[in-house]
């Protein structure tokens, strides 16, 4: 009997071509060597509904339910780590073209941008595990209900959550029905080369400005990009069929060492005023691994005063970015250079 | 064929550790195009070759953190390698092979 090593195992991610079917060549799966990138960790939790038979049998005792809908959720978190050169998406390129709603726009060389849209995007999740004879797993028709990158700390970090479709798994793989499938005929081995690229980017390393000015005493900041999606199902399907966009928020959470200088005075008078301000982030200082994100028309909110630790520090919790005009999608705009 | 690279850092487990520039690799057709396309920065290694980097220069500046404040000479010749990058990753996306180096046969002389 092998045990699994938690540390022994092995992320992929692919872009969907279709909403929930697991992209492949005639039901051959096309995981390939470079859809890998390095987690910190990944889950992938499907639990189908039980649907117990509500009719009175006459007795108080209960009976066998039947397998109903599911919904999966999953989450995942990674080091920021861009592809180390500049011009070239980072691995983790799938996760972020469904959190923007977009394919990202590469300038040779230089630049990978992620701008925001309204397109639903999905991708798959691969985990493959050592040994090969424990639950492989490939989590199909995942969407992206919010994304939040971290600055501040040792290493900087991203989470992202959401949804998804349905769970493949090599175990039960025999059994599962064309639908549970997800377009694949056999459950495929993992490839044998799997590819990283990048470093990860300091937390530490970079810059905060918010309405024009650089904000040095930044203790943490964190930008969050929401997404109301939802997956919807069609009648005679046991698994979500599609992806229902909603609302989009993106924003930011703050915390900065209070002092008496025009740059913080600032903020707190446009956290009451609500008067909308600029405001961009850098993580990393390495090219091919700095990420910059730029948030349009933010209105402060949540503004707290903090004694716990030696100097006060302000903080401001949840501020949302607005896109400039009903037809613009500016409200966040992320460049890797 | 042999591929050299142009990135940071790059793994392909089992087969290179890939740490500075133009670190060479020899690695089958199927599996270059699947670790390019995955974002993994290799060309083939007759087009490093012929973008004309020095010992020298390869030497100096072979990782991100020794490029920053590289002369004009070395970057220029830098960019020219991340545009083959772009090039080939986007011949690959549509359905092209990465480019070969192209055998001359000496005339026959009868």
Known sequence: MAFANSRNERLYLQLESAFGTINNSSGTATVANGDACRHISASFQFDPQLLDRPDKTGSLGKTAGLAGRGIGQWSISQSVAGSGTAGTAPDCDPILQC???KAASVSAGTSVTYALDDNAYSFTGWSFRTSSNVAQRAAAGCIVQEMRFDLGQGIAQWTARGIFKGLVDSIVFASLTTEEKCGLTAFPSEPGSPTTSGNAAKGYIG??????NVM????SASIILRNDDDLVYSLGYELPTDIERGLRVAGVEFELKEDDSTAVDNLVTKSRTKAAIDMSMVIGATAGNIWTFSLN??????????????RWQLGFGGSSANASSITAKDELTLVIT | MEYAFVGSTCVIRGVAELKALGQRVDMADDLAKSV???NAALIPSF??????????ELKHYNTPERRMGAPDPFMAKY???L???????????AGRDLPKLAVVKPLEVK
């Open chain 1, 99 to 101: 959190a923007f709603g």
């Open chain 1, 207 to 212: 810059s905060f400005t918010a309405d024009g």
């Open chain 1, 216 to 219: 040095a005493t930044i203790q």
């Open chain 1, 297 to 310: 028309d933010v209105q402060l909110n949540g503004l707290t005063y903090n004694d716990s630790s030696r």
């Open chain 2, 36 to 38: 390019i396309l995955g």
């Open chain 2, 47 to 56: 087009q490093f070759d012929a973008l004309g980097f020095t010992a020298d």
């Open chain 2, 79 to 81: 960019r020219k390698a």
């Open chain 2, 83 to 93: 545009i083959t990058l772009h090039d080939n990753r986007e011949a690959l996306k």
